[in-house]
């Protein structure tokens, strides 16, 4: 940047009142700051604290759930997802709890799937492999592996998920922690991270939004997703609520059902599984069309009723729905407003002024939010992490423009043409059916 414009920064940001910085940076301090740096940043250093107090109930909780030995049924719907499960076969025969099952549902795959599994039933690597031979779609596949469950609890994978050697041990742990918990979240990070450009990125959101959003969302028992990715639960809870609705979105569909039970979410940031992500903005892009649908779908529609002052009221419920409705539509949109604030009132000359200043303070918060990871759960990071560090200054282009623009469009493709029954993800018939039953 030439020294002139430099000068001439500095020179406008001198200039700028108390007034000014609220008026044009309104949603970075109001909002964006207060909400997932300051109270993210409180409830996580006061986790930090909680958690090296509990020891001694965490480690009376592991004796105890290792003295009972519970059964954990692990399933893994998939289409067309055999070459992945050698590896998480092999990354299960890792595993420090060994009392499993795994049942593998193969949901009318066309490649090599058949044969793979019939290869790892005969090595004893799986212990049950269905094979739907007309594909139903991963809530049908999932129901399969449910109804042949013989576990206390239940483990729910993606097929081209990899656990750490201790992941099951701690997802399952919390149950043991507490009462009435009725699902339990994995923390889901990136194996593909080097892959590109795009993976690395991801790489970083997963450990914010996931490893740190979620482990505060827990604390503050307004947890609103379970990854379908790795996710525990109890196997009568899922036999009460007749298993997954169909998706796109099942994962998040099934924790609010399960909240309406009054049972609390909670999240196992050291139940560490490993997942590939879209190496190409092109995939990624579909991807987050498919994800950021659903909170229309299952948030705005059919789980409204959380939102009901009067129908099983719960507070927590409540802030929990609020908190993402709010945050992730609502605010959505406040950008669309302050580029027309920023068109209609500010003179065109300040602009390029407003997007470098702009662009600062959510790097200065990204490096805070960072830090915040390093914090939490540095123990369990490296220096394949460390390396992501160098990119933390292109997250606020890329959450803040590009995945902006992705949600913002899939969100009003949603609630005027409903589109995601119309996603090739699900079966069209599969897919007709829900709309006609109103899932």
């Known amino acids: ?246 998706g796109p979105g099942l994962d998040g569909d099934i924790t609010l059902k399960i909240r309406k039970l009054g049972l609390k979410i909670r999240h196992a940031p050291d139940a560490i599984a490993y997942t590939n992500v879209p190496v190409r903005f092109k995939a990624l892009s579909r991807q987050r069309y498919r994800w950021y649908r659903s909170m229309v779908r299952f948030r705005m529609r059919k789980h409204r009723d959380l939102l009901n002052p009067v129908a099983n009221f719960r507070t927590t419920d409540f802030i929990s729905s609020l908190d993402n409705i709010f945050f992730n539509f609502v605010m959505n949109l406040k950008w669309w407003v302050y580029a027309i604030q920023l068109l209609a009132f500010v003179p065109r000359p300040v602009w390029p002024y407003l997007l470098v200043i702009n662009w600062a303070l959510y790097v200065g918060a990204n490096v805070i939010q960072w830090g915040l990871v390093w914090a939490g759960v540095g123990t369990s990071l490296n220096r394949r992490v460390a390396a992501l560090t160098l990119y933390v200054p292109i997250m606020p282009i890329y959450v803040g423009v590009y995945l902006r623009v992705i949600r913002s469009y899939s969100q009003l493709m949603e609630i005027f043409t409903r589109s995601s029954y119309r996603d090739p993800w699900n079966p069209w018939r599969v897919s007709r059916a829900a709309q006609r039953a109103g899932m």
């Not at 939004?209 to 997703?225: E, F, K, N, P």
């Open 1 to 246: 940047m030439p020294l002139e414009i430099l000068d001439a920064l500095s020179d406008f940001v001198g200039e700028l009142s108390l007034t000014n910085w609220l008026l044009y940076f309104w949603p970075f301090f109001l909002i964006d700051f207060l909400r997932y740096t300051i109270l993210d940043g409180t409830v996580l250093l006061h986790w930090i604290r909680w958690k090296g107090l509990g020891r001694g109930k965490v480690e009376a909780a592991r004796e105890r759930m290792f003295r009972e030995r519970p059964l954990v049924s692990i399933i893994a719907p998939g289409k067309n997802e055999g070459a992945h499960l050698p590896a998480l076969a092999r990354s299960l025969q890792k595993q420090t709890y060994r009392r499993f099952e795994l049942i593998v549902i193969d949901d009318g795959s066309d490649d090599a799937t058949s044969a793979i599994c019939r290869r790892l039933l005969e090595q004893g690597k799986i212990d049950d492999y269905i094979r739907h031979r007309v594909r139903g779609g991963k809530a049908s596949a999932a129901n399969t592996g449910l109804r042949r469950a013989r576990g206390r609890y239940v483990v729910h994978l993606d097929a081209d998920t990899e656990l750490d050697p201790r992941a099951l041990e701690q997802v399952i742990l919390p149950f043991y922690l507490e009462e009435d918990v009725g699902a339990v979240g994995g923390d889901i990070r990136v194996a593909n991270q080097s892959a590109s450009l795009a993976t690395r990125l991801q790489a970083i959101e997963y450990l914010k939004t996931i490893t740190v959003a979620r482990t505060v969302a827990s604390q503050l028992g307004i947890m609103r997703i379970v990854s379908g990715a790795f996710g525990a639960f109890p196997r009568q809870t899922l036999e009460r609520l007749k298993g997954w609705d169909v």
